[in-house]
């Protein structure tokens, strides 16, 4: 569903509202935050829904590992964190652990060291080999 953007000429505040295709231009907007009706549309960001499939075609395009630099944890880290971005899930506390010791510079054996049971607890973390 189209998420439109306003801003209101009385409060100054960014509105999102949520109208299907069929409610556009009928439903007038109203301000969520002071009921005004003296709202000014706004050109937001353009999203595209991409498969599972696409996101990690692009993650795995040349241009996009140019920068990855395989000895390097903060490399890695950086990496990892626009992977899960990409994906757009959240990957739990273990990966999010994981990746801010590695974007602070600490290798990866250093890492599975401290956390022997890596990925045991979370489904969406296989750990192991970074």
């Known amino acids: 569903m189209p998420v439109y953007e306003y801003r209101c000429q009385d409060c100054r505040r960014l509105v999102r509202l949520v109208f299907t295709f069929s409610?556009?231009?009928k439903v007038t907007p109203v301000c969520t935050y002071c009921e005004s009706k003296n709202l000014t549309?706004?050109?937001?960001?353009?999203?595209v829904?991409?498969?599972?499939?696409?996101?990690m075609d692009t993650l795995m395009d040349d241009s996009a590992l140019a920068g990855l630099d395989e000895e390097d944890p903060r490399s890695l880290g950086k990496f990892m964190r626009k992977m899960s971005r990409e994906m757009g899930e959240d990957m739990g506390d273990e990966f999010n652990e994981v990746v801010d010791r590695l974007e602070k510079g600490e290798s990866p054996e250093t890492i599975e060291q401290s956390m022997p049971d890596l990925g045991m607890n979370d489904n969406?973390?296989?750990?192991?080999d970074f």
């Not at 829904?49 to 996101?55: F, G, I, W």
């Not at 969406?124 to 192991?128: N, Q, R």
Request: aromatic fraction near 10%; avoid cysteine; proline fraction near 0%.
């Open 124 to 128: 969406s973390f296989s750990g192991g």
């Open 23 to 25: 409610e556009y231009g």
């Open 41 to 47: 549309r706004r050109i937001g960001r353009i999203v």
């Open 49 to 55: 829904a991409k498969s599972e499939d696409a996101r």
